[in-house]
């Protein structure tokens, strides 16, 4: 179920345009889709989740016509409750940072409550039942998952702060990337 109506465009447009007119020192240790020209941000509000991706054109016009025929933009990559065959499960995980994984034929995550992670050069290749083998590379990606405490409320809030850490990481170096 998609709570789209709740987002805020301005917001979000406001946080994409802050990644992506960061300083060229930034933008050569951060994903080189932050780079390019032109980019496409997209997001995603469920019950349980907010996604918000940034798409070069290519990878846009998939997630369009995987929506026109009512198919998970982004296939394997979260899992549905109580699926098995997950690589990764996140629980009250604040800040993770995944970049440059491969994930074959599992779903990639598992969402618990009140889980904020950025996503880079995350690789996926899945059969999915009825429509075939996909592969898909996010570029960049931000998810938050709503609990007790992160909600629809303060999604944005948190946003920003993955925003920053990201920002932070890519001009120091110094965070920890798993």
């Not at 990644?19 to 994903?31: A, T, V, Y």
């Not at 982004?74 to 899992?79: D, E, M, S």
């Not at 009250?92 to 599992?106: C, E, I, Q």
């Not at 598992?110 to 290749?125: N, P, Q, W």
């Amino acid at each position: 179920m998609s709570n789209s109506n709740l987002l805020s465009q301005n917001k979000i447009n406001s946080t994409v345009k802050r990644i992506l007119s960061s300083s060229p020192e930034i933008k050569e240790k951060g994903p080189s889709i932050i780079s390019q020209k032109p980019v496409l941000a997209f997001q995603v509000m469920t019950d349980d989740y907010f996604l918000l991706a940034i798409l070069d054109k290519d990878t846009m016009k998939r997630v369009k016509e995987f929506l026109k025929r009512k198919i998970d933009p982004f296939p394997g990559l979260i899992a549905p409750n109580d699926v098995k065959g997950v690589a990764i499960r996140l629980e009250k995980s604040k800040y993770g940072y995944f970049t440059g994984n491969h994930v074959n034929n599992l779903y990639s995550f598992s969402l618990g409550k009140d889980c904020t992670f950025i996503l880079m050069d995350h690789h996926v290749s899945i059969n999915i039942k009825n429509i075939g083998h996909i592969e898909y590379v996010i570029d960049l990606a931000y998810i938050i998952s709503f609990g007790e405490e992160i909600n629809y409320k303060n999604v944005y809030s948190y946003l920003n702060e993955l925003v920053t850490y990201t920002l932070k990481q890519w001009g120091d170096g110094n965070g920890v990337i798993i």
